[in-house]
């Protein structure tokens, strides 16, 4: 994803700084049907753009 960090996240407030961070989704599917999802993101990745996590 690539965007500006216009609005609050987790309690960050917003710095009007251009992030990139990827992030991947897994299904698992049953009867055809999505029986379960989990997602996983760069988030520190993300909170280093914004300044919010400096290590």
């Known amino acids: 994803m ?14 009007g700084k251009k992030v990139k961070f990827s992030g ?3 299904y698992r599917f049953e009867d055809g049907k999505i029986a379960e999802a989990w997602q996983l993101y760069d988030v520190a990745g993300f909170l ?3 300044g919010a996590l400096t290590t």
């Open 24 to 26: 991947s989704n897994i």
């Open 48 to 50: 280093r753009q914004t």
């Open 2 to 15: 690539v965007g500006t960090h216009k609005g609050g996240f987790q309690g960050i407030a917003a710095t």
